[in-house]
């Protein structure tokens, strides 16, 4: 007698609306944090504009950032939550798991820290240190912030494993709002502090912003039950846990030397205010990026997990097309309309005080480079989570390998004076851009070899569409370009408005429906 579908119709239905509503939440919190975040970065801005201390403060924080990414950041979430959750569903608990975890990576990021805090000047002025062409009171000043913004760091490298347990537990509201928390304390140092301390308010309102980060968490975990103990044995599952992260640490090393340490070192060769314009650039990338790409990758990644654990391949084959290509429809027209509205963005949001025409332009030329790396940021969260969610960790790394080694060529090479035939400071975002497409597509081809399919066919015909559908949008707003009146905030609201009505009219006609009933297109209903 054939099974009835029906509970496995139903069981996928409910995944769809989980990941959607997780989805939502994560990107309302989200937003909610960019509207928070871009009051920092206007105040910091008017502060400050594109200054030396601006690139003194941006240096600084390379190193403790470096250092909170590869322990207790992207490396031990991916590690942590697919085995904290193959215990919570096998014994209801995993508090010994989640004390054991915090306790080792806690002393390994203190002792990481102190070193750093120890060999400053060494990180900062040597031949390629994040400050190496620095003037030396700017080098100086870069060493000292650097040594403040380490406590952050040690903060966070408790406050992000209890984010990866809320996580695991498929709890995302209090993890939204903690972006916004975090840039709180900035805000606050900035208001506070900065007027007597000068840039060094920026880095004690990070460090501020960091405590309010964990402390919002603890609530939640009460809650769930999870009960920290001071235990220290590294048992079967802790690692388990290590030898997950191992890869992924390597992986995020490169990586991120390869994108804030060269951006600095490389930025700090052709002068002032080119690294910080650089950053005001990516943080303005990051935005999209963080609310279509993370949020889609955090939403589905739990899913993908318990799918990789009961051995559903076609259940994780659609969950991945379904992200990815909602992913694309999404970061395709938000790219375009960087370029489209990058400039009179950068104007309304920061220009005034310190910050300048000159400052505006800088940035904008910066940003113009970055928007390959939108897209191609955007589609590796989704990569490297399908790989995690098989608790396999060392495929992104030997990928990561080859496309760092990529990144790096390619940022020296790009990252030259205009004059010697290279892109300024717009090298790094490019070359970034560039490598980590090569590292999406090359981690779908192995996925599409181990799943035998990714559902190629459907991301492509998706892909033409958004292509089309972000040709007519940028067409259309070109040409009110013209005839409306020049005022930036008419141009960008007016404009912009009736550029996202277009683009989402399209991809709806050209059959791309699930991006305007819900922002992704998931796991789609099983066959019958």
């Known amino acids: 007698m054939q099974a009835d579908p029906t509970p496995d119709i139903n069981n996928t239905k409910s995944k769809v609306g989980l990941i959607a509503r997780s989805t939502l939440i994560i990107s309302a919190g989200w937003g909610a944090s960019i509207v928070v975040g871009l009051l920092r970065q206007r105040i910091i801005a008017g502060q400050f504009?594109?200054?030396?201390?601006?690139?003194?403060?941006?240096?600084?924080?390379?190193?403790?950032?470096?250092?909170?990414?590869?322990?207790?950041?992207?490396?031990?979430?991916?590690?942590?939550?697919?085995?904290?959750?193959?215990?919570?569903?096998?014994?209801?608990?995993?508090?010994?798991?989640?004390?054991?975890?915090?306790?080792?990576?806690?002393?390994?990021?203190?002792?990481?820290?102190?070193?750093?805090?120890?060999?400053?000047?060494?990180?900062?002025?040597?031949n390629w240190g994040v400050g190496a062409l620095f003037p030396a009171e700017v080098q100086e000043l870069t060493i000292d912030l650097m040594?403040?913004?380490?406590?952050?760091?040690?903060?966070?490298?408790?406050?992000s494993i209890l984010?990866?347990?809320?996580?695991?537990?498929?709890?995302?509201?209090?993890?939204?709002?903690?972006?916004?928390?975090?840039?709180?304390?900035?805000?606050?140092?900035?208001?506070?502090?900065?007027?007597?301390?000068?840039?060094?308010?920026?880095?004690?309102?990070a460090v501020l912003g960091s405590l309010l980060h964990l402390l919002i968490q603890i609530p939640a975990l009460i809650h769930y039950k999870v009960k920290w103990r001071p235990m220290?044995?590294?048992?079967?599952?802790?690692?388990?846990?290590?030898?997950?992260?191992?890869?992924?640490?390597?992986?995020?090393?490169m990586a991120r030397a390869s994108i804030n340490w060269l951006n600095a070192t490389l930025s700090s060769r052709l002068g002032e205010g080119r690294l910080a314009a650089l950053d005001f650039a990516y943080r303005l990338m990051n935005m999209p990026w963080t609310l279509i790409g993370t949020a889609i990758g955090i939403a589905v990644f739990?899913?993908?997990?318990?799918?990789?654990?009961?051995?559903?391949?076609?259940?994780?084959?659609?969950?991945?097309?379904?992200?990815?290509?909602?992913?694309?429809?999404?970061?395709?027209?938000?790219?375009?309309?960087?370029?489209?509205?990058?400039?009179?963005?950068?104007?309304?949001?920061?220009?005034?005080?310190?910050?300048t025409a000159d400052s505006t332009q800088l940035v904008y030329y910066a940003l113009r480079f970055y928007t390959l790396a939108l897209i191609s940021q955007s589609m590796l969260e989704v990569v490297v989570r399908a790989f995690s969610a098989q608790q396999d960790t060392y495929t992104p790394l030997y990928i990561s390998i080859f496309t760092t080694m990529i990144n790096i060529g390619l940022a020296i090479w790009f990252t030259r004076p205009i004059e010697q035939g290279g892109i300024s400071h717009g090298g790094p975002a490019f070359a970034n851009g560039l490598a980590v497409l090569i590292e999406a597509?090359?981690?779908?081809?192995?996925?599409?070899?181990?799943?035998?399919?990714v559902d190629i066919k459907r991301i492509l015909i998706d892909l033409s569409k958004a292509l089309l559908a972000t040709a007519v949008m940028a067409l259309a707003v070109i040409l009110l370009g013209k005839v409306l009146p020049a005022s930036d905030l008419i141009q960008l609201v007016?404009?912009?408005?009736?550029?996202?009505?277009?683009?989402?009219?399209?991809?709806?006609?050209?059959?791309?429906?699930?991006?305007?009933?819900?922002?992704?297109?998931?796991?789609?209903?099983?066959?019958?």
């Open 302 to 355: 739990p899913t993908m997990a318990a799918m990789a654990a009961q051995k559903d391949v076609d259940a994780q084959r659609k969950a991945f097309s379904g992200s990815l290509r909602a992913i694309l429809t999404l970061a395709i027209p938000a790219a375009a309309a960087l370029i489209l509205f990058g400039e009179p963005i950068i104007r309304i949001l920061f220009e005034g005080g310190e910050f």
């Open 147 to 159: 040594r403040v913004l380490l406590l952050s760091t040690i903060i966070f490298s408790v406050s």
């Open 49 to 126: 504009g594109t200054s030396a201390v601006l690139d003194a403060f941006t240096a600084g924080n390379v190193v403790p950032e470096l250092i909170y990414t590869m322990l207790s950041g992207g490396a031990l979430g991916f590690a942590f939550i697919p085995v904290y959750k193959e215990r919570l569903e096998k014994v209801g608990n995993a508090s010994d798991l989640f004390s054991k975890v915090i306790n080792w990576i806690f002393l390994i990021t203190l002792f990481l820290s102190l070193l750093a805090f120890v060999f400053a000047p060494f990180l900062v002025t040597s």
């Open 441 to 453: 597509s090359i981690g779908m081809l192995i996925l599409s070899i181990r799943w035998k399919g």
């Open 232 to 253: 220290l044995s590294f048992d079967p599952f802790v690692r388990k846990v290590a030898i997950l992260m191992l890869p992924r640490i390597i992986d995020l090393l």
């Open 494 to 528: 007016v404009g912009g408005g009736i550029g996202l009505l277009i683009y989402f009219v399209v991809v709806y006609f050209l059959g791309i429906k699930d991006v305007v009933n819900i922002p992704l297109a998931m796991i789609r209903r099983k066959t019958k």
């Open 163 to 205: 984010t990866s347990t809320l996580y695991a537990h498929e709890h995302f509201i209090t993890p939204a709002l903690l972006p916004s928390l975090y840039s709180a304390g900035i805000i606050f140092g900035a208001l506070v502090f900065a007027p007597a301390w000068g840039i060094f308010g920026i880095a004690w309102g």
